[in-house]
């Protein structure tokens, strides 16, 4: 759905760097879902925020991995010190409430490769 | 056992033929959504569904509760209906979860 900006579409990073994946809710969407898909398998949650609050992190990995939502600009998942098992495609969602009964709204996706 | 089990993974079509695919969950849900991703590409979310049958032109989803079980059906099925098509259930408010896909090819 166009209105949920993701960028960039597709990263390559070294394993070791960084990797920071940006989503930019639709107007008026206060909730934002990660979910990673690894090749080949389907799509999992990995955590739930709202504006300046983490709601349900639950599906994060502990270690490398975290995320934010400022009161101002995008979400922004952030892996530390990336490795190949993180190649994957990271999907963002948004709502304007939480999911209950809400239709969801899907940006492109960030296509992540380590190399 | 996933909680969300989709049926067939794979299906091949002609085109013109009616195509059924299926979903089955174990949980409580409060709605079952209906994707389509396809390849390479983002997701698109074609229904949402609480109860009951919705329709959008070609495409047609029905649920039943009580059976936990509910079904995406393509009219008149076409080559670029081709993609993945993905059912996912609202476990509580928090999150998603779910199915493996379904990879449709049409063949014209």
């Known amino acids: 759905n166009a209105g949920v900006m993701q960028n960039p579409r597709h990263l390559v990073r070294r394993r070791g760097q960084e990797a920071r994946l940006r989503c930019s809710p639709m107007?008026?969407?206060?909730?934002v879902y990660w979910y990673r898909q690894l090749p080949e398998e389907g799509l999992k949650f990995m955590v739930y925020?709202?504006?300046?609050?983490?709601?349900?992190e639950s599906g994060m990995p502990k270690e490398r991995f975290s995320a934010e939502f400022p009161k101002e600009g995008p979400s922004i998942l952030r892996i530390q010190q990336v490795v190949r098992g993180d190649s994957a495609a990271y999907f963002c969602?948004?709502?304007?409430?939480?999911?209950?009964?809400?239709?969801?709204?899907f940006g492109q996706g960030t296509r992540l490769t380590v190399v | 056992k996933n909680e969300v089990e989709q049926s067939p993974q794979n299906l091949t079509a002609q085109e013109g033929e009616f195509i059924t695919i299926n979903c089955s969950y174990s949980?409580?849900?409060?709605?079952l959504h209906w994707l389509q991703q396809h390849p390479g590409g983002g997701i698109v979310s074609l229904f949402m569904?609480?109860?009951g049958k919705k329709k959008h032109g070609r495409l047609i989803a029905t649920i039943n509760i009580q059976e936990k079980h509910s079904s995406l059906h393509i009219t008149a099925s076409h080559p670029r209906d081709s993609a993945v098509y993905i059912c996912?259930?609202?476990?509580?408010?928090?999150?998603?979860?779910f199915g493996q896909g379904t990879r449709l090819t049409i063949n014209p």
């Open positions: 107007k008026g969407h206060s909730h």
């Open positions: 949980v409580g849900i409060s709605a």
């Open positions: 969602a948004s709502s304007e409430q939480a999911f209950l009964n809400t239709e969801a709204f």
């Open positions: 569904l609480s109860s």
């Open positions: 925020l709202q504006k300046e609050n983490i709601i349900d």
């Open positions: 996912a259930v609202n476990q509580g408010a928090q999150k998603l979860v």
